[in-house]
């Protein structure tokens, strides 16, 4: 039975080979990446019975999304769109190392989520699922993505799941003003925040140490948990007056795109497995430096990986 449902946007990531650009590159690799999906991706492979809601054109593109996502796993609740008068939102990746860094070119207006509504996803699942989760990427796409995580979330809470939600500030999409207006709509219906440090200043005005943050955000919206992230720096956790710290793994990075959504998962997968904060922070850092040795946007790990990074593991296994 799903325990966990996602919702969001993905899109078809298009990306040069190392090293190359993309003013000159003769191939682009094709992968699924998307914020809610990755969650949900990562997630499955570490043992949750997990689904991703969205709309698509029914096309080859589309239809190409929804089977390298099911190929991990996860299901989909798909609303099917009319491919003449819809499209696949899409992403140019360029890797860079330093000095360069690492670049996207969005084309996702347009894209068929940004019609959607709530009564074309099959939300009937929310009566024995335990979890929704979806990001500040979704109601920066449209009104009616707006409208429907509003609509999503609250439908959540009101068949008792537990409902996630990741900052995710993207300022290609909008200012910080208008997300910030969007978020605050959202929040009422939140229990547990995850908060990028960045996007906490950005976005929310928000000053102090990650713990200030963190209890900042806690008591004026009321979350139950909130999780802040400091890239680097680790990560902390308040659960009911209680704080959790959590240092990095350390990871030789193949590709960093993804590691937010890994962290998310791991953390909600450790969670949906009966693990208590502490352990769902270890198992979300974990994920996040197994996601940062794979390409592509997901987190293509197993559960043994995650457990032996936790105890200190990595090298040669022959
Ligand atoms: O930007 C968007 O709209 C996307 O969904 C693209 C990416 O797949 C995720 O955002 C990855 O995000 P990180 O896990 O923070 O690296």
């Known amino acids: 039975m799903t325990a966990l449902v996602t919702f969001g946007e993905t899109m078809l990531r298009l990306s040069p080979p190392h090293g190359e650009r993309l003013e000159t590159t003769r191939e682009l690799e094709a992968r699924a990446g998307g914020a809610e999906s990755n969650v949900a991706v990562g997630a499955a492979r570490l043992g949750v019975d997990a689904a991703w809601f969205s709309k698509l054109p029914d096309s080859p593109l589309g239809r190409r999304i929804v089977s390298e996502l099911r190929s991990h796993g996860v299901r989909t609740g798909v609303s099917w769109a009319d491919p003449e008068t819809t499209r696949l939102g899409t992403y140019y990746l360029e890797h860079g190392g330093e000095p360069r860094g690492t670049s996207v070119i969005y084309d996702r207006a347009d894209a068929a989520i940004t ?65 910030r207006e969007a978020y605050e709509e959202l929040f009422g219906e939140i229990d547990l925040l995850f908060a990028p440090y960045r996007d906490a200043r950005t976005v929310l005005d928000r000053e102090g140490k990650a713990i200030e943050v963190a209890h900042g955000l806690a008591a004026e919206f009321d979350f139950e948990t909130v999780v802040v992230t400091r890239g680097e720096k680790g990560a902390i956790a308040l659960r009911e007056g209680e704080v959790h710290r959590q240092p ?36 979300a850092a974990a994920t996040a430096a197994l996601k940062r040795t794979v390409g592509g946007d997901l987190a293509v790990v197993t559960p043994e990986e995650v457990e032996a990074v936790v105890d200190g593991g990595g090298g040669i296994d022959r």
């Open 115 to 179: 019609t959607v509504t709530p009564a074309e996803l099959p939300t009937g699942v929310f009566e024995t699922a335990e979890r929704f989760h979806t990001t500040g990427i979704t109601p920066a796409l449209s009104e009616s993505t707006a409208e429907t995580t509003r609509a999503l979330l609250r439908a959540a809470g009101e068949a008792g799941m537990s409902r996630s939600f990741d900052l995710n500030y993207r300022s290609k999409l909008w200012s910080p003003e208008a997300a």
């Open 248 to 283: 990095v793994f350390e990871a030789e990075t193949v590709d960093a795109i993804g590691t937010g959504d890994a962290f998310v998962a791991g953390f909600l997968a450790k969670r949906l497995r009966g693990g208590d904060v502490a352990d769902a922070l270890e198992w």
